[in-house]
């Protein structure tokens, strides 16, 4: 799970994180000022969400168009988050690593519309969905340019939002290794994972930085030793001990923290975008769905998750400018992403189900029948043709 | 396998090649039409019936695709074969049914011209993924045909359920195979909501069909298995020497003849007043996969390959006589008394004068995929037949053959995969293959 210090950013700046994200929808190129969708805060008070297991209760179904705090109580078991998307799952506001049974406050701008506020007990999946709607002033009418110019800021953030939660969660995890606590260190060890796997064609664009964090036993040659999370999941999932982790968890530090600066170095594109997410796909396709990438803890439903939360986010950010340009498109892929989200939600595990791994939302990818992994490869199959289209489409003049 | 004989007649004016000799078949499990015939070999009558869209045979030629039936049924036997069965996803409704049959059938017949599917493959917008996988690029059509099939599957599920609204024009000659001693069918291997047979004379122009095909199913459907073809077990009309099978002996001698009008329409194609009109001109599609003991085969004496199927092996020949075109007489006896021809072998258990006159269209292609985890080669036929009603035709012919005490080669063959599918007619400019179902 997250460390601390991230919990504390985010309890701090909600209302920057917000208005960041809402930029992405919003052609208002002042992204941190206030109240600006028409009615200001206090027009219907604060909306009640509680956040639980099985349900995500809001206080209202109508809201006005303006400014809105929605007071979240957390009555689950484990971490939650809880968001509000816009139709495709572009996500309105935020707020990840609620713990449980603790209040959390989420402020957004929302203009006329349909929404959902989604709970995502563990953090993952499609969460449990409750409609809102919105109604009164319209967002402005958008270009195309500015549907762009949005889906890259909104990545961008995205992209840094992550990569900060990867040096924060890998922080936690080495932490657990140095301490010699074998067990908590191995629980750390999904959560970074998921992290790095929904940025990965990024961190990819660094060359030798990737293989430093994320290299397989495989990749090994006279010249690149076995290093990384994949020379720590050996160490922790197959030989059991940590025996000989300290030099390989300094240099994890040091280059996930190489990658975190290099992140803002980065020439966010609409190509750069639909380009990873097709990657990120193919990834799946490659490394998840076999169970090649995870082979010592089996946690290869986290990759594959992560893999495709960070498809999902190029879509969700760039559908907007999708849907002026190439509809039939934004209708594919808004029926086949949830489809692979949904059937991924569906090997969920908790404490004591068959398959579970502490620490990791998903049973164990030896947990699967082949006939699961099966439909698990033809829902990543059938998506990868739209997603791929999506460069053509954004690049089109 | 199977066995029938008869010298072609001279085909007509139009037919392209010289008549072909007809050889025995090795079919696996089921009967060749045309399987009574003695001397003379006039099962059918077969004059050839000029038939233009499937007349041809120049290699490379397209065969033309749109017409009353299907292309790839009366079709003469292509070299190659790529057999893909899929299942339609769980979320999948009517809708999107048609519109895959819509997809497939365009894409269908831009290939079958030996065009590229959509764009094509290198024509398109350069930022975009290729409509078309451009395999085939610069290959000849090749002859290829694409055929579909409905599945059982399709009328009513496993859990008895009606997904697209259709299982009451389910015809009632697509009743489920029954099970047959000794099937050792891989139910992974067997059945599927769709089928789509593609034959050609280049492999890489049938790989490239089914590949584009399962690529645009992509989100409705998905490939449960498929099973390429490496050689025609079968021909209906070519001037070729008659194939071998994997067992060493000549195959596909005494199937129909496709120019025979009357003959496919008694035996093939379903008829006015059959079942629901929508399959009128349509065929229904038997496969099985038989996988052949290659190993114990081998080591076979040749007097026993030879009873065991009913014939010479070298000349294609019945016990006894020196020409693979001789008559074959089932009551034949020889000097000591005892049948020439085995009360167990393949040819007579399989031969229409033990079957009701059943008689099939057989398609099948040899396969060879490799070796199996014990080193065997993993090899056998893949039996294709087309039939106007399977329950009379090779449900009648399978229980001849099938069990430990019927059919002498069932020590050395094992049916693991299984297929039953309805192909629908054959589609004019502007129609989906099945509109006359879901229409």
């Not at chain 1, 975190?260 to 193919?282: Q, R």
């Not at chain 1, 947990?367 to 199959?381: C, F, G, M, S, Y």
Request: aromatic share 6%; with cysteine.
């Amino acid at each position: 799970m997250t460390s601390p210090a991230i919990r504390i950013v985010r309890l701090a700046s909600p209302v920057v994180l917000t208005a960041a994200l809402v930029a992405s929808c919003s052609s208002d190129k002042s992204t941190n000022s206030g109240a600006r969708s028409g009615a200001g805060p206090g027009t219907v008070g604060p909306i009640a969400v509680s956040a639980g297991d099985k349900n995500c209760q809001v206080g209202r179904s109508t809201l006005p168009a303006g400014r809105h705090t929605f007071e979240i109580t957390s009555s689950t078991s484990q971490v939650t988050e809880v968001y509000v998307y816009a139709p495709g799952d572009r996500i309105m506001g935020e707020v990840e690593n609620i713990g449980p049974s603790t209040k959390r406050n989420l402020i957004v701008d929302l203009p006329a519309g349909a929404y959902e506020v989604a709970c995502k007990p563990g953090m993952v999946g499609n969460g449990i969905r409750t409609a809102l709607t919105v109604t009164g002033q319209a967002a402005p009418a958008q270009t195309l340019d500015e549907n762009l110019t949005a889906a890259v800021t909104s990545y961008r953030t995205y992209v840094e939002t992550e990569t900060k939660a990867l040096v924060d969660t890998t922080a936690t995890f080495v932490a657990a290794i140095d301490s010699g606590d074998l067990a908590k260190a191995r629980e750390a060890y999904p959560t970074a994972r998921l992290h790095y796997e929904r940025i990965e064609p990024i961190a990819e664009s660094f060359g030798d930085l990737d293989p430093l964090i994320d290299m397989r036993a495989d990749d090994v040659t006279p010249e690149t030793p076995f290093v990384g999370f994949h020379a720590l999941e050996q160490l922790l999932f197959e030989k059991n001990t940590l025996d000989g982790a300290r030099p390989l968890t300094t240099a994890l530090t040091t280059n996930v923290g190489k990658l975190s600066t290099l992140v803002k170095t980065v020439e966010f594109t609409p190509l750069v975008m639909a380009n990873g997410a097709k990657s990120l796909l193919d990834e799946v396709a490659k490394s998840k769905v076999t169970g090649e990438e995870e082979r010592y803890s089996r946690i290869d439903l986290v990759d594959f998750a992560g893999n495709v939360d960070g498809a999902k986010y190029v879509y969700a950010a760039l559908r907007p400018a999708l849907q002026e340009k190439k509809p039939e498109l934004v209708t594919a892929l808004d029926k086949r992403f949830p489809a692979l989200v949904n059937l991924l939600d569906t090997h969920l595990a908790k404490p004591g189900d068959q398959g579970y791994i502490a620490g990791s939302p998903y049973v164990s990818y030896d947990a699967l029948t082949p006939e699961q992994i099966r439909a698990l490869a033809v829902e990543v199959d059938a998506i990868s043709e739209p997603t791929g289209q999506i460069s053509g489409v954004v690049t089109a003049g | 396998m199977t066995e029938t004989q008869h010298r072609e007649p001279a085909n007509g004016a139009d037919a392209p090649a010289p008549s072909r000799r007809r050889m025995f078949g090795l079919l696996g499990g089921a009967a060749a039409l045309g399987a009574a015939v003695g001397a003379g070999g006039t099962a059918a009558g077969l004059d050839a019936t000029s038939d233009d869209r499937h007349g041809s045979q120049t290699p490379g030629r397209p065969v033309e695709f749109f017409g009353p039936h299907q292309a790839g049924i009366a079709t003469p036997a292509q070299d190659r074969l790529h057999f893909a069965a899929f299942d339609l996803s769980p979320t999948v409704g009517r809708a999107d049914l048609v519109a895959l049959l819509t997809a497939w059938t365009a894409a269908a017949s831009r290939m079958a011209a030996g065009q590229g599917v959509g764009t094509g493959a290198v024509t398109g917008p350069p930022g975009a993924p290729p409509d078309d996988t451009g395999e085939a690029l610069g290959l000849p059509p090749a002859r290829l045909t694409l055929t579909v099939g409905f599945g059982t599957s399709l009328f009513t599920d496993p859990d008895g359920r009606d997904r697209f609204g259709i299982a009451a024009s389910r015809p009632p000659q697509l009743a489920d195979l029954p099970a047959f001693p000794g099937d050792a069918l891989d139910p992974a291997a067997s059945g599927g909501d769709l089928c789509v047979q593609a034959c050609a004379d280049d492999p890489q122009v049938a790989v490239h069909a089914i590949r584009n095909l399962a690529r645009i199913a992509r989100g409705t459907a998905s490939v449960r298995y498929s099973q390429l073809g490496f050689g025609r077990t079968s021909s209906t009309s070519t001037s070729q020497a008659t194939p071998r099978n994997m067992m060493g002996f000549k195959d596909g001698t005494a199937n129909l003849k496709t120019e025979d009008v009357a003959a496919m329409n008694t035996h093939v194609w379903a008829q006015p007043g059959d079942g629901p009109d929508w399959m009128t001109g349509g065929s229904y599609l038997v496969s099985r996969r038989i996988r052949m003991l290659i190993e114990p085969w081998d080591s076979t004496p040749l007097v026993e390959q030879e009873r065991v199927i009913g014939r010479h092996k070298g000349s294609g020949a019945p016990p006894g006589l020196g020409d693979e075109f001789d008559p074959l007489n089932l009551s034949s006896k020889g000097p000591d008394g005892e049948l020439l021809i085995d009360a167990n072998a393949h040819v007579r258990l399989a031969h229409s004068s033990h079957n009701s006159g059943a008689v099939l269209l057989r398609r099948g292609y040899s396969f060879t995929d490799g070796t199996d985890n014990l080193g065997r080669l993993d090899a056998g036929l893949f039996f294709i037949a087309y039939q106007r009603d399977p329950r009379r035709q090779f449900v009648t012919i399978q229980n001849s053959l099938a069990g430990k005490t019927a059919d002498a080669l069932n020590e050395y063959i094992q049916h693991v995969g299984s297929g039953l599918f309805a192909c629908p007619p054959g589609v004019q400019p502007g129609q989906y293959w099945g509109q006359r179902l879901l229409g």
